[in-house]
């Protein structure tokens, strides 16, 4: 146990797979535990390095082996899939975490906490509840359209509801059917007003939090994904990394000496992508309204690329000005007009 230098755990639900190495990267030992085995296994073992993937349960053990003095580190599963040697088995892919860990230039995730945790299920469950509400919606109109009903869309329409079950003579069935729906959408209504309340309590005790939402276009909903989710930023060296792992940047397919950059790569977090991409959107809305030199810049840009393009790049700065909020301790401060 002396020589341990390196353990790699394959994560499951109820069994474990470790596997451990000396400096040289021998392997020492394997063994399959349980949850209660693996916490004293660690909890005995000398301190040394240990690596876990990025998945389900992953954040809750490092914190725990973090109490016991370890160096843990946790890797994206894409990173660990390339060394994977021969057929694939639980111990070899607890064997191949040690080898992708033991890369001098391997990129590692950050350790979340619990109040980060929370925030992402918070977001994870109201995403769930607007589509879900989203079905419903599509549910009641489909209904209508095949009995000869076409209504607008939106909430109001919803809301109208009573009004046109009333004017048109339907199965008394369908009805109570499409009133059911309606109750079922108003329930996701309250639920998600509740889930943002509780979100917006949040905010209100984050520093971080609230130094996000003085950046132009970010909101309440996308400063707390970005609190939760990127933390204080120190996992990434540079704002242009903070932004190329959210895929806001160009993807490269270069060869021959010759540079090729293609779209976004559409990497990392697609939700969080998504809200930088709608307050990008948000901002060129009113940029008209603006004279700083971040609307000066969006305009040059408006003149010669596609909105689309635009919205991409702006977007991508609004992640590096993110990045530089979430690594300092101030606010965000706009730049003035440039003289001519």
């Known amino acids: 146990m002396e020589n341990i230098a390196l353990l ?29 085995e693996l916490v004293e296994l660690v909890a005995n073992t000398p301190v040394c390095r240990i690596v876990m993937e990025s998945c389900s349960g992953a954040h809750h053990f490092a914190r725990r082996f973090l109490q016991f003095g370890h160096d843990v580190k946790l890797i994206a599963p894409q990173y660990v899939k390339p060394f994977v040697k021969g057929n694939k088995s639980d111990f070899v892919d607890a064997e191949a975490i040690c080898e992708a860990a033991s890369r001098p230039t391997m990129r590692f995730a950050a350790v979340r906490n619990e109040q980060q945790q929370t925030i992402s299920a918070l977001h994870r469950t109201r995403d769930m509840l607007i589509r879900s509400r989203g ?12 009995f000869g009903i076409a209504i607008s869309t939106g909430p109001a329409a919803i809301r109208k509801l009573p009004a046109v079950l009333e004017a048109n003579e339907l199965p008394p069935r369908l009805v109570a059917l499409l009133e059911q729906l309606r109750d079922y959408v108003f329930h996701l209504n309250e639920q998600i007003a509740v889930i943002e309340r509780e979100l917006n309590a949040l905010m209100k005790e984050d520093d971080v939090a609230q130094r ?27 704002s242009r990394d903070f932004a190329a792992s959210l895929g806001l940047v160009p993807r490269q397919y270069s060869t021959g000496g010759k540079t090729t950059l293609l779209g976004i790569s559409k990497r990392g977090d697609k939700h969080l992508r998504t809200l930088l991409v709608q307050c990008a959107r948000s901002i060129m809305m009113h940029i008209h309204k603006r004279t700083d030199a971040m609307a000066i810049w969006v305009r040059q840009l408006l003149e010669r690329r596609n909105s689309s393009i635009v919205a991409c790049a702006l977007a991508a700065k609004l992640a590096r000005i993110a990045w530089a909020v979430l690594g300092g301790n101030a606010a965000y401060v706009p730049h003035p007009q440039r003289a001519a």
């Open 8 to 36: 790699g755990i394959d994560l499951g639900k109820h069994t474990f797979h470790v596997h451990a190495q000396d400096k040289a990267g021998h392997q020492l030992w394997r063994r399959k535990l349980n949850r209660k």
């Open 135 to 146: 079905s419903a919606h599509n549910q009641i109109h489909a209904y209508l359209v095949e």
């Open 212 to 238: 996000l939402l003085t950046v132009p276009g970010i909101g309440p909903i996308t400063a707390s994904v970005l609190a939760a989710q990127a933390g204080d930023a120190r996992q990434y060296r540079t």
